[in-house]
Each structure stands twice: as structure tokens, then as C-alpha cells.
């Protein structure tokens, strides 16, 4: 199943920073994802993944500068990944 990252923000109630019609096939943790998959970044800890990560968008709560691929915004993140996950079942 491909669903386009603009059909996840409206679902959700989420703002895609960027292309907006790119499909989103899976999901994936920031080390595990592959192109077509969203990922989430809640935890500066692990910011150094994002220079590494292959998802082709991110989940999260502010657009940050330490990525430079697409971002959907939501606040209420783990909330949102539990229904993007959804989607792909």
C-alpha cells in the first residue's frame, strides 16, 4: 500500500513541510528506514541519526534544521506514529 504524505496529514490532522505528494509505503525507526518509509524524531538524543536516516519523511513536533527531507508536523507525535503505523496493516 503507497499513500501520499499529504493523505497521512490530513488523516491525522498533521502540516507536511515540503513535497507533499510523495508516497509513503511503510514505516521505520530513523536507523531501520528505507526510501518510501515515514519515520519519527522526537528525542534530540538521537539527532545524529538524522544526518544517516533513508525515510523519506519524518514525524515530527517542529520543523528542525538538522534534517533536510520532508517533515510532517503534529504535536501530539506518538499519538499520530500509532495511527500512521495503522495505515500500513
Known amino acids: 500500500m503507497a499513500i501520499t504524505l499529504k493523505k497521512i496529514a490530513e488523516m491525522v490532522g498533521g502540516t507536511v513541510s515540503g513535497d507533499e505528494n510523495v508516497l509513503i509505503t511503510g514505516v521505520g525507526s530513523l536507523t531501520d528506514a528505507t526510501r518510501g518509509d515515514i519515520s519519527l524524531f522526537y528525542d534530540y538524543r538521537y539527532r545524529e541519526y538524522l544526518k544517516k536516516t533513508k525515510a523519506s ?7 528542525t534544521a538538522l534534517y ?8 501530539a507525535l506518538l499519538e499520530t506514529m ?8
Do not use: T
Request: hydrophobic share 60%; aromatic share 14%; no cysteine.
Open 57 to 63: 519523511a519524518l514525524l515530527v513536533s517542529k520543523v
Open 68 to 75: 533536510k527531507g520532508l517533515q510532517f508536523m503534529k504535536a
Open 82 to 89: 500509532f495511527q500512521s503505523i495503522h495505515l500500513f496493516m
